[in-house]
């Protein structure tokens, strides 16, 4: 098994890192304690990566000659304490990084034309994530109730007058007043983008998740702690829970997304619905 990843250049051929896991799968699992915030998954994506028996896929089906990135390149392998990454599509400029002990993911989005922003997790060390955004932010939206995701927001709101974004579900779990209430099917602005609001109940019971249809053909979606790399979100061994996850992130993005969709989760490595769709029905059979 090995792990895969499409690093994207400024040319429209897609050149692919390919790395060995440190973990195999069957050793993955004594990594995973119960009861912490921080899902198992991440966990999982931090030891291995997608195998590469699935990973043909994501060339041809992903974003050859649909999109493009800046020099340095774009793999999503950010690691707490270093260098955010960024990204191009024809609409937004796509802005990843990963902050605090958890190791959480900021996302700052930047529309090309009017320059406005929307950052997904205000999470933790408000000033690295001012840098990276320069001090503009339009609005934030936290993905979801769990510390972790909001750390910063009460400084990051000081400093910038952003607009606060949450599920009701969860927003009185966050300890910042919530400007705006989004549920599913709602459209989150990044100046004239429009993403859509996903609403997924099962880490949390207003987890959001937001999709992007770029006008380059390529989908992305931002899936804080409900969808990672090899699994969906903890859901502590609630059967129900569990349930209500995986029905919620098969019906409202895998049935109606590509496989070239990109995943950027709020722990962890990126992935595609391409690499994860075949491992479904194994992640139901096993009831996490
Ligand atoms: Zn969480
Ligand atoms: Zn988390």
Redesign the pocket.
Known sequence: MCSILPVFTDTENPVIHTTKPKEKQDTKRSLLTEGN?I?RRARVSNAGKPGCEEAGKLGPNGYRGRMNAQPGSYDGNTVAGGPAQTRLTKQLEITKLTVGPLGNNCYLLRCRRTGGTLLIDAAAEPDRILEMTGGRIDRILTT?G?H??WGALAAIKQATGAETLAHPADAEMIGVPTDRLVDGGDRVPVGEVELEAVHLVG??PGSLALIHRDVDGSTHVFSG?ALFPDGV?NTWGDPNAFRSLLDGVTSQIFDRLPDGAWVYP?HGADTTLGVERPALSTWRARGW
Do not use: F
Request: charged share 25%; no cysteine.
């Open positions: 915030d899902s979801h769990h972790d995701h880490h949390s702690d979100g709020g």
